[in-house]
């Protein structure tokens, strides 16, 4: 009976915490520079950069002619934006455990810096930093881009 | 006496313009066409430690391995073979993002003693260190993950992680660091810092490792 109860209990808990992540997608990292006019586009909502923010997978950051930006990843991926500059932060998965890792940054326009983190070391195959004309693959390192606009 | 003078000033202006010419136009251009990007792999900020990066499109693929080395490339056209920038360079075309890289996490890794959540004495000495580490950062988050030797079963193991870890959050509870900062796992017996067979004592796999963002 003890035994049943403690299986319900578990398989309520196994059916709980996927719902949970669903809604609330855990994040992919925090926003720890800032300065000037800096923003992120999540969806159809453009929200001023702060210090201290969450970004999730999925988000788009942005830099205005004064703005600049820099965001550390879960995984230790650091990367950062000039003014006039944009940035998707297209995939990210950090679950080693799980086998789950994956990081896509798309340099749309500006100017970007970027220096891996444990996601390059663990998997190098599962980084790409995009470009409009090219896809970058990299082996542990820091990377400088410069993307004029279309 | 005048008109010397002027003749001079005059002359030293048209030399500054054309050294300051040159001089520019010996600096490299960030790329111009529309939708060019420019790639360039430059030295870790801490360690210098120099990777590889390949750029790659349907027209080719070009491979960046030493310092400073750069391509230029758009798409439907290969990228160009590659050149080497000045440090100079490097700053007057990406200073102003490379100057927003958030500071360079750190890792720390605290002992524990056999079956038991109480530091070592040497560990116990770091934790003004970490401390120190958390403060100096503007928005710090800090990952806080327990280990265990194979000693004893992987339920348990992992609950005795866990502990480890809660050990280090509340070392860290003074430093005003918000709860949602603070990430506390535990892998148990799962991630050997020296690998052992199971029910093995081993002083280095009691650890909790800190990451400090």
């Given amino acids: 009976m003890r035994v049943h109860a403690a299986i319900v209990a578990i398989v309520s808990l196994l059916v709980a915490v996927p719902a949970r992540a669903a809604e609330q997608p855990a994040p992919a990292g925090q926003i720890k520079v800032v300065s000037g006019s800096a923003f992120i586009v999540r969806g ?33 991926t650091r990367f950062s934006l000039g003014p006039n500059s944009e940035v998707h932060l297209e995939r990210f998965a950090y679950a080693p455990a799980e086998g789950h890792l994956a990081l896509a940054l798309n340099v749309v326009r500006g100017i970007a810096a970027y220096v891996s983190g444990r996601i390059a070391k663990l998997s190098p195959d599962a980084v790409r930093l995009e470009t409009p004309g090219a896809i970058v693959g990299v082996r542990g390192t820091t990377l400088a881009l410069s993307v004029s606009p279309k | 006496m005048i008109q010397t003078r002027w003749r001079i000033v005059t002359v030293l202006a048209c030399v500054a313009t054309l050294a300051t010419a040159c001089a520019s136009k010996k600096s490299a251009r960030g790329p111009e066409l529309p939708g060019q990007a420019m790639v360039a792999l430059l030295p870790d900020p801490d360690t210098n430690a120099v990777g590889k990066a390949f750029v790659t499109n349907s027209a080719g693929r070009v491979d960046l391995t030493t310092a400073r080395e ?78 265990t030797d194979t000693t004893g079963t992987r339920t348990s193991n992992f609950a005795l992680g866990l502990r480890r870890a809660n050990t280090v959050r509340n070392l860290l509870r003074d430093t005003g660091l918000a709860a949602a900062s603070i990430d506390v796992i535990s892998h148990g017996e799962t991630e050997l810092l020296v690998p052992t067979g199971n029910g093995i004592f081993e002083a280095r796999n009691r650890r909790v490792e800190i990451t400090v963002r």
């Fill in chain 2, 70 to 147: 750069v391509t230029t490339v758009s798409a439907r056209s290969a990228p160009r073979p590659t050149t080497t920038l000045s440090a100079g360079d490097v700053r007057a075309l990406f200073g102003e993002a490379l100057e927003a890289l958030p500071p360079a996490q750190k890792h720390f890794t605290l002992f524990f003693r056999f079956d038991s959540e109480e530091l070592t004495d040497a560990s116990r000495a770091l934790a003004p260190e970490i401390i120190r580490a958390v403060r100096e950062r503007p928005v710090p988050d800090v990952l806080i993950v327990g280990h």
């Fill in chain 1, 44 to 76: 159809d909502t453009v929200l001023p950069a702060a210090v201290g923010q969450r970004v999730f997978e999925s988000d788009k950051v942005r830099t205005g002619s004064d703005g600049r930006l820099g965001i550390t990843l879960k995984d230790d």
